[in-house]
């Protein structure tokens, strides 16, 4: 397995735009989880999937940003409008019910 | 709630010197503790967890459940050591979800 994989690796945009950030959980892993890291605030749960339902999504910021799960196998998160403060890495993991957390390699966000 | 708290934001060790890396979580349960790792440009991985009671690259966490805490530790640093450290606290009723600290950039230097 190629493990999670993320795209885009590296977005810029421009305040006002539509991000859409792509995840592929491994195969088999019933759990997904996007998460966000800045210098100031560390690693942030955005939103979890359990076997494609959204189970918390307490920490998405606020109603622009989205996510999505179609099927097992496919995730995204969605930002509308961007904004410069949604700078970040945005990284999307997966497990299985007390497995290890397997990570992407993130996606490097730049909102000019 | 800040379940998870790593008190150093920067820590900077020179080469061959001890370190410890500091971590404490907040749970009244049974906690299940890890560390992940994040080296320069490289995704985070699993570094180790305290149910497997391993040592992993020189690394050791012992889970003190007195303390609540989980401190990650090494008797010789290496400068390839120099990396991102994340505390993690999974616990029971979150089904599946891991609670991060805020990470410690360890730099070793030489």
């Known amino acids: 397995d190629a493990g999670v994989i993320q795209s885009p690796r590296h977005e810029v945009t421009e305040m006002g735009q539509e991000v859409t950030l792509r995840c592929k959980p491994i195969?088999?892993?019933?759990?997904l989880f996007w998460y966000r890291q800045t210098m100031m605030r560390g690693l942030e749960l955005l939103i979890y999937f359990n076997n494609n339902v959204p189970i918390d999504d307490s920490g998405m910021p606020e109603d622009r940003f989205s996510a999505k799960m179609p099927n097992a196998s496919f995730s995204t998160l969605k930002i509308q409008p961007s904004e410069p403060r949604d700078s970040a890495v945005y990284f999307c993991?997966?497990?299985?019910?007390?497995?290890?957390?397997?990570f992407g390699e993130g996606s490097r966000l730049t909102v000019l | 709630a800040q379940r998870v708290t790593q008190p150093e934001k920067l820590l900077s060790v020179f080469k061959g010197a001890p370190v410890e890396l500091k971590c404490n979580y907040s749970?009244?349960?049974?906690?299940?503790l890890f560390w992940y790792v994040q080296y320069s440009r490289q995704r985070l991985q699993l570094l180790l967890r305290?149910?497997s009671r391993e040592s992993i690259k020189g690394f050791t966490a012992d889970l003190n459940k007195g303390e609540t805490s989980f401190h990650l530790k090494k008797p010789f640093a290496q400068e390839e050591d120099s990396a991102m450290y994340y505390c993690a606290l999974l616990r029971g009723s979150t089904l599946g979800r891991l609670y991060f600290g805020r990470g410690t950039q360890l730099t070793v230097w030489p």
């Open positions: 993991a997966s497990r299985v019910v007390s497995g290890e957390l397997f």
């Open positions: 195969s088999g892993h019933d759990y």
């Open positions: 749970y009244s349960g049974s906690p299940e």
């Open positions: 305290h149910i």
